[in-house]
């Protein structure tokens, strides 16, 4: 069974920076581009970054490009995102996805941007 | 950035009834590989979205053959043949030919 699991969500001010993490299990880690979408409370889903199987490519929408990274430890089956300079309109929930097509979600994780 | 648009954005609907959502891109999604990445996703209330179908009309794994998607180029649809109960939720169709892959506003299925 595919699972994604999400930490690193928490309240912080603006400017400031998080670490999110997501925990891969049930399928073959390293074979998998692997991403993460965003929804803001009450909003629409927004993909923010994608990774490639091997971390060579990256992708990332512009609102959040040179503020976030995306990376992976294949040998964790883990995939991260950095978050800095945050600002307030990056609250969301954070969902870690599997694959391009989105296949897999997992629960999430909140990230609360505000003073 | 391809924009999506969906109507209608609210859907009350008798169970037991046929639903339908229709799906518009502002651009052709037939990528360089003669695929077209046009997905369909579900979200319930209180839960993470879940993935219905992929490439227009392929169902995911485990997905009831009750929903089907078709269309091509710019113009896509989803039904759902009958109405459950389960089906109420949240419907997003999702473009993944061009990054930024972009996501429509959501239809929302109810039971009258």
């Known amino acids: 069974e595919v699972q994604l699991v999400e930490s690193g969500g928490g309240l912080v001010l603006p400017g400031g920076s998080l670490r999110l993490s997501c925990s891969a299990s049930g399928f073959t880690f390293s074979s998998s581009w692997m991403g993460w979408v965003r929804q803001a409370p009450g909003r629409g889903l927004e993909w923010v970054a994608k990774?490639?199987?091997?971390?060579?490519?990256?992708n990332y929408v512009d609102s959040v490009r040179g503020r976030f990274t995306i990376s992976r430890d294949n040998a964790k089956n883990s995939v991260y995102l950095q978050l800095n300079s945050l600002r307030a309109e990056d609250t969301a929930v954070y969902y870690c996805?599997?694959?391009?097509?989105?296949?897999?979600w997992g629960q999430g994780t909140l990230v609360t941007v505000s003073s | 950035d391809i924009v999506m648009t969906q109507t209608p954005l609210s859907s009350p609907v008798t169970l037991g009834q046929p639903a339908s959502i229709s799906c518009r891109s502002s651009?052709?999604?037939?990528?360089?590989?003669?695929?077209?990445?046009l997905s369909w996703l579900q979200q319930r209330p209180g839960q993470p979205p879940r993935f219905l179908i992929y490439k227009i009309s392929d169902r995911f794994s485990g997905v009831p053959d009750r929903f089907s998607g078709s269309g091509a180029v710019t113009d896509f649809t989803l039904k759902i043949s009958r109405v459950e109960a389960e089906d109420v939720g949240i419907y997003y169709c999702?473009?993944?030919?061009?990054?930024?892959?972009?996501f429509g506003p959501g239809t929302k299925v109810e039971i009258k």
């Open positions: 990774i490639k199987q091997d971390g060579s490519e990256k």
């Open positions: 999702m473009q993944a030919t061009q990054f930024p892959f972009t």
């Open positions: 651009q052709s999604l037939v990528h360089s590989d003669g695929n077209t990445y």
């Open positions: 996805v599997k694959d391009q097509r989105a296949s897999y």
